[in-house]
């Protein structure tokens, strides 16, 4: 059964720096695609960023150069390093997964995704 579990959200000031990670178990293959959604108060969830099987990297708009994805295959785990956070980032942030290494589902957003993890709460305060 394949799951994903996030951590290292939490809270922080307008200006810092947070790293999330997610840990992919149940798969026995380490290559295929992950990235990350969020989820505001009262907003839809949308896409953050995501990395292909082979570390291609792909990412929202919004995050203008802040974010960046990584992913160690030894681990099955991927990472978004978040720097100069705004409180406009305040959100429940998601790692998702195809089953597929390559980015096309990503382009689809959320219906693109065949696994979820739980999210974790970034709080940015003002």
């Known amino acids: 059964q394949v799951q994903l579990v996030e951590s290292g959200g939490g809270l922080v000031q307008a200006g810092g720096s947070l790293r999330l990670s997610c840990a992919d178990s149940g798969r026995t293959f380490s290559g295929y695609a992950m990235g990350w959604f969020r989820q505001a108060p009262g907003k839809e969830r949308e896409f953050v960023a995501a990395?292909?099987?082979?570390?291609?990297?792909y990412y929202a708009g919004f995050v203008e150069g802040r974010f960046t994805i990584s992913r160690d295959n030894t681990k099955n785990a991927v990472y978004l390093q978040m720097n100069n956070l705004k409180p406009e980032d305040t959100a429940v942030y998601s790692c998702?997964?195809?089953?597929?290494?390559?980015?096309?589902?990503?382009?689809?957003?959320?219906?693109?995704?065949?696994?979820w993890g739980k999210g974790t709460l970034v709080t940015v305060s003002s």
């Open positions: 998702a997964a195809p089953s597929v290494r390559d980015l096309a589902p990503f382009f689809r957003g959320i219906s693109g995704m065949d696994y």
């Open positions: 990395i292909s099987g082979g570390g291609i990297k």
